[in-house]
């Protein structure tokens, strides 16, 4: 099922240790040739996500026995075929599954059908078709030509000379061919030349490495010409351990650097990649490094730690991105957080890959507020100054990276949604759970409770002690209920009081309160009329909706300290400290009597106790956002407090959750 968003808190910082899951590439690359080998593999560390599960299916449906517990497969190879001659296999949108399984089923020859989600038949595969077609294999078009679905029947086997496949839209179908021929190679050499520049050639390293383990080794001529000897033949390794993902450990090594701005941070270290990995993309850390990042660099990690000494900000610059296409989106990300525009070349890949990456990039960034230029093949993302940026809900394309990616714009100046975060489990399930714990939210004090229980003045002093910054929910009700009063809006017309609470032409500058543009006199919203208005209007839901947002919105460095009835139970649950402040109704129905004598407003004691008995009721009793504790809020009764003591009480529970 998917989930429809995942609100993001605002962070000060990051900090802590991640276990990688398995590196994608390398899981699909090892499960196929383990299925085309001869001998049984166990294969340790295999990342569990949609990608793997559709080449684990459809190796099953080929014949393969794959037993999995966890992360460890158990495959039985089928040295050379596979015993299912006729299948129908749904390839989702993994092209690390349909490239290398169209060029071995081609090979083989049999009667299979590949196709997938929309967008995969959307992905260009022509290239590929051409260069097995070369081979004498028969392969049809169903769908459009040049994409899949596609259908494979018997294979004539032929070799004649070099065969070429082009190599400048996806090195996938290079390797594609590289994992696949071994089959072929008994009796002769087989040669590949690859047409036009190379792109993402770490990527080729990946296989040419892997295929050393399963006893191919294959011979190349630069980056233009590859080898497979005659007399290969893929033998299993015995076991063999999948790497941790460098291309997710782009986001969090990214944290690493830009959780230290406030001094927050600590170190975060991704742990399953390090200085020796296979994978080209923890080039991304050495990029990250030439851009001003402090790395190091383990046997079995990587750690990221702030800047470098006497840097403020990340360079700009521009970056070939050609070998890093996956890690590079990330840079994307960092950019806005630069000193100067970045400029991410050679991406031109990102067209073809899980949706438009460029097109998809930069309409994304472009709602934070940032200025975006791109082209055919490249990306230019300027920095994003603290005052420019925007909230936004960002959409995600059902691409797993603009996901993870789009997570880091946490560590700037607005509130971020992800839509569809589920499409993370592409590559990385528990991605989201993973970042939060390396993530530090910007505190929050939730402090909640009855009328005159103490709340506002409270909450004042202890963001003035602690430099946070206040907000009063109250005021956001009183002030829609008092817009409501002034228009005659009537009190139980939830679509026009939703329209005005949706737009509140309200800004808060210094504490004070404008609206309309005018400073307003905030005098005006605590007459009991606007209260017992507040109240009223409080309790319809979308009203309650259209304020989330802009209470939301105060969730700034270095803190909040927020009051109200739902701070901690429905607008700041992640909040680290919530109080929920009480008194006696005797004490309260005082304290705001002596409040309003004292602001020459006159009153009555038996009627301020009537009204706030009759508030109480209608606070705690209605259906949404009900004036209650939340289950880990601290309660606090200041009946017997002065208020000195009170905010007292209130700091000292925060140090010590802290
Ligand atoms: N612990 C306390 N002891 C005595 N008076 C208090 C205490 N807390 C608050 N007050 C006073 O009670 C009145 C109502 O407090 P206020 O902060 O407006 O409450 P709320 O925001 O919960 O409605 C104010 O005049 C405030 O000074
Ligand atoms: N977070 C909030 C804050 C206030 N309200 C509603 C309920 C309250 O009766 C009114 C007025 O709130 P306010 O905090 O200003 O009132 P008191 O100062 O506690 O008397 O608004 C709410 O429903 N949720």
Redesign the pocket.
């Known amino acids: 099922m998917k989930s429809e968003a995942r609100d993001l808190p605002p962070l000060i910082g990051a900090g802590g240790r991640v276990k990688l899951p398995g590196s994608k590439s390398i899981s699909n690359r090892v499960l196929l040739l383990a299925a085309l080998a001869e001998g049984q593999a166990e294969i340790t560390g295999l990342l569990d996500s949609d990608d793997t599960r559709v080449m684990l299916a459809a190796l099953q449906a080929l014949g393969i026995a794959v037993r999995r517990e966890g992360e460890t497969a158990h495959v039985q190879g089928g040295a050379g075929r596979f015993p299912a001659a006729q299948a129908d296999l749904f390839m989702g949108n993994a092209g690390t599954a349909i490239r290398p399984l169209t060029a071995a089923l081609a090979l083989l020859g049999g009667d299979y059908a590949l196709h997938g989600v929309p967008r995969m038949h959307e992905r260009p595969i022509g290239d590929l078709v051409d260069a097995l077609r070369q081979f004498g294999c028969e392969i049809r078009y169903t769908g459009q030509e040049g994409y899949p679905p596609l259908h494979i029947g018997a294979s004539h086997f032929r070799l004649n000379g070099d065969v070429a496949v082009r190599g400048d839209v996806s090195s996938q179908f290079l390797t594609a061919l590289l994992l696949a021929l071994p089959l072929k190679a008994s009796d002769h050499d087989i040669a590949i030349a690859v047409q036009g520049e190379l792109i993402s050639k770490p990527y080729i390293e990946i296989t040419l490495n892997l295929l050393r383990r399963f006893g191919v080794q294959v011979r190349r001529t630069g980056w233009e010409r590859f080898v497979i000897p005659a007399g290969s033949g893929l033998r299993s390794p015995g076991r063999i351990a999948v790497e941790g993902d460098a291309s997710s450990a782009s986001y969090f090594l990214a944290a690493g650097v830009l959780g230290q701005w406030h001094g927050k941070g600590a170190p975060v270290r991704v742990e399953g990649v390090g200085r020796d990995s296979i994978q080209g993309d923890v080039a991304f850390a050495r990029v990250l490094e030439d851009l001003g990042a402090q790395v190091r660099w383990g046997d079995d990690f990587i750690e990221t730690d702030g800047l470098q000494a006497g840097l403020t900000a990340l360079r700009g610059g521009d970056i070939d991105c050609l070998a890093i296409p996956d890690a590079a989106m990330t840079l994307a990300m960092t950019a806005l957080f630069a000193d100067a525009p970045t400029t991410l070349t050679a991406i031109g890949s990102w067209r073809v890959k899980e949706t438009d990456r460029i097109h998809a990039m930069a309409t994304e960034l472009t709602k934070l507020g940032a200025k975006v230029e791109s082209g055919p093949d490249w990306l230019r993302v300027h920095p994003l100054p603290a005052v420019q940026w925007r909230s936004a809900a960002i959409a995600t394309y059902d691409d797993h990276r603009m996901a993870m990616c789009f997570s880091l714009a946490s560590f700037g100046h607005a509130d971020i949604r992800i839509l569809d975060p589920g499409c993370v489990a592409k590559t990385y399930p528990g991605y989201f759970d993973d970042f939060a714990r390396i993530a530090r939210p910007v505190p929050v004090i939730a402090i909640d ?10 909450a004042t002093a202890v963001a003035e002690a602690l430099g946070f910054v206040c907000l009063d929910s ?1 005021v956001l009700y009183r002030l829609t209920a008092w817009e409501a009063l002034q228009q005659g809006v009537p009190l139980d017309d939830s679509d026009a009081l939703t329209r005005l609470a949706a737009d509140l032409p309200v800004t808060f500058a210094a504490g004070g309160i404008v609206l309309n543009g005018h400073v307003f006199d905030a005098a005006q919203l605590r007459t009991e009329a606007v209260g017992q208005a507040a109240s009223t209007i409080a309790a319809i839901p979308s009203v309650r909706e259209a304020l989330f947002a802009l209470q939301r919105s105060f969730r700034r460095a270095p803190g909040l300290v927020a ?1 109200g009835r739902d701070m901690g139970t429905v607008v700041f649950p992640d909040a680290p400290l919530k109080v929920f ?1 009480t ?1 006696s109704a005797h004490s309260r129905a005082e ?2 009597y ?2 309003l004598i004292s602001q020459g407003i006159p009153a009555i004691l038996a009627d301020v106790f009537a009204e706030l008995e009759l508030r109480d009721a209608r606070d705690t009793q209605r259906d949404v956002a009900a004036l209650k504790p939340a289950p880990d809020a601290q309660l606090l009764d ?1 009946t017997d ?3 000195e ?2 905010v007292e009480a209130v700091l000292a529970l925060w140090r010590q959750s802290v």
């Not at 409770?449 to 409270?458: D, E, H, L, N």
């Open positions: 409770g009855p009328t005159a229980s103490g709340k506002g003045s409270i109250g009051d402040l008194a304290r705001r002596k409040q200041s407090l002065s208020l003591q009170t």
